[in-house]
């Protein structure tokens, strides 16, 4: 069974930089689509980021397109989020998560279609 784990999450300015990391266990990333999520309290979990690791197909947000970056490392099993020019909007808990996917599936970045998530990791930006 795959299991998540986020980090690298914590506070930093406006304009500054993080890097989230996820580590996978239990089973590979490979063959899966790998995301992004974030959610702030009372607020619904918002997609941010998706890889499909069978091509490498990417998809972002409107809000972080051209700030984000989502990348893997399948020999690791690792998924990252490269978050550039942050924004005070951009603070939430940002959680990483796996869906089963085919090899032609466009990423998407639609919720019911994660069935693994991580615990989550804190992110806060301050203006």
Known sequence: ???LIESGGGSVQAGGSLRLSCAASGSSISGRCMAWF????????????TVNTW???TYYSDSVKGRFT???EDVKNMVYLQMNTLRSDDTAMYYCAAATCGRNNS???????YGIWGQGTQVTVSS
């Open 1 to 3: 069974q795959l299991q």
């Open 38 to 49: 974030r959610q702030v309290p009372g607020n619904e979990r918002e997609g941010v980021a």
């Open 55 to 57: 091509n490498g197909w």
């Open 70 to 72: 989502i990348s893997r």
């Open 107 to 113: 990423p998407s970045l639609s919720r019911p279609m």
